[in-house]
């Protein structure tokens, strides 16, 4: 994933796991925007993607709707 930002676990459930990613900060890559992982980190899919020149740099979950 590159550079991370931030990381969020899921308040009722561990295993949710959410990373801002800023990817390679020196070229363009695919690795930016929000992964998200359901079994504690093993795996990740990107959940959120705007460009291959733009990141995600923090998160934060609602704890009214995580």
């Not at 925007?33 to 740099?57: N, P």
């Amino acid at each position: 994933m590159g550079q991370i930002g931030a990381v969020e676990v899921h308040p009722a459930d561990p295993d949710v796991v959410y990373a801002a990613a800023l990817g390679n900060p020196w070229a363009k890559s695919d690795e930016r925007g929000v992964f998200r992982s359901t079994d504690g980190g093993r795996s990740w899919d990107q959940v959120l993607f705007t460009s291959d020149s733009v990141g995600a740099i923090d998160l934060e979950i609602n704890p009214a709707n995580p």
